[in-house]
């Protein structure tokens, strides 16, 4: 392997001190512009790269952010990501970013792999199965600080940054009562995540509060794929009563049960009344376009980045609040109104 040039190469070919040539590569108001030019031309021709991870280190830090993340493939992830990537570009830190694929095996490997990368600070949401945070131990220990976001577990240790997913899975419900649905079904995934097991609590206590029996038999728990949607639609239309509204905790699967209803013949929403999660784009594409929760993803990733960014450079404890609750909001379209809406005069 080709040995890699350093400053003192530089130094050597161009007669200077290797002290002059450090100083003109992190651009010292000391040395002359014509100086820094010489440097920086020879350091280009040598293909000479600043070793940014060694002095980091040496200053007790890397500038690096750690994030793991349940999919990639997820339209809310990646407004999430966006929000993040723009505050650390922002504050001159860099993102390195992994995927657990829903398990708590893989995500026990990124956190090791982030730890021994000795990021400054790791920002995660937590997969589907992941049933305690012993694998972020080793950075509790450390004083590494760790927030988690959307998908979230209580621990002392650790912030959270969250929407209320009791309260919008109460007024998604609510709203479908208010159209006139009596029999609702709502599509969860795995109710071991707050999300879900949130949304459902809200599900069913906005049941109670109207007067309506919880059916245990209207509720089933998916991975939320497009797969799930039409195996949900088998399942209603399977039902001796079947449901006249459906709550669903994804747009994706929400879209797939709209194309599922309307290929078996039910009009949507005079027959089922659909209010989906997160006001994707596939949101505003399927006909009707869907009713929805407004989740706001890119807002949550700016917070959860700059939280932890004030926190790393003193100017915030993040220790002092346990939780960040963010807005929501319940977004109306076609695919759940029935009762018009009233023209204010």
Do not use: W
Not at 117 to 143: C, Q
Not at 229 to 236: C, F, P, Q, S, W
Not at 251 to 259: F, H, I, K, N, R
Not at 285 to 307: C, D, F, H, K, W
């Amino acid at each position: 392997m080709e040995k890699e040039p350093t400053i003192y190469d530089i130094a050597k070919l161009l007669n200077l001190s290797a002290a002059t040539v450090s100083r003109a590569l992190n651009d010292h108001p000391g040395i002359s512009t014509q100086t820094k030019q010489l440097i920086n031309s020879k350091a280009l021709e040598l293909g000479y790269r600043s070793n940014t991870f060694a002095s980091n280190l040496r200053r007790k830090e890397t500038r690096t952010i750690g994030v793991i993340v349940p999919r990639l493939d997820s339209f809310f992830i990646a407004t999430v990501l966006a929000g993040m990537e723009k505050v650390a570009n922002e504050s001159n830190y860099n993102l390195i970013i992994s995927q657990s694929l829903e398990q708590l095996k893989k995500e026990m490997a990124n956190a090791k792999t982030m730890y021994n990368t000795r990021v400054d600070g790791l920002l995660v949401s937590l997969a589907s199965d992941t049933d305690n945070l012993n694998h972020f131990n080793t950075f509790f220990r450390k004083n590494i600080p760790v927030m988690l976001f959307d998908r979230v577990m209580e621990q002392k240790n650790c912030t959270n940054i969250v929407i209320d997913n009791f309260k919008a899975g109460y007024e998604a419900t609510t709203h479908l009562i208010g159209q006139g649905c009596r029999r609702i079904m709502h599509v969860t995934g795995n109710i071991k995540r707050n999300v879900y097991s949130d949304r459902l609590k809200g599900y069913r206590m906005a049941l109670l509060d109207h007067g309506l029996p919880a059916d245990e038999d209207l509720v089933k728990v998916t991975n939320l794929t497009r797969q799930d949607g039409l195996d949900a639609v088998e399942t209603l239309t399977q039902m001796t009563q079947v449901p006249d509204g459906l709550f669903v905790a994804s747009d994706l699967c929400a879209a797939s049960c709209v194309g599922g209803l309307i290929k078996k013949g039910f009009s949507i929403p005079q027959d089922v009344a659909v209010v989906g999660f997160n006001d994707d784009p596939v949101a505003q594409l399927v006909a009707p376009n869907l009713s929805t929760v407004r989740y706001p993803g890119q807002e949550m990733g700016e917070i959860a980045a700059q939280s932890l960014i004030n926190h790393l450079n003193g100017r915030l404890r993040i220790s002092s609040t346990n939780t960040i609750l963010l807005n929501h909001e319940l977004i109306v379209r076609e695919s759940s109104q029935r009762v018009p809406k009233l023209i204010k005069t």
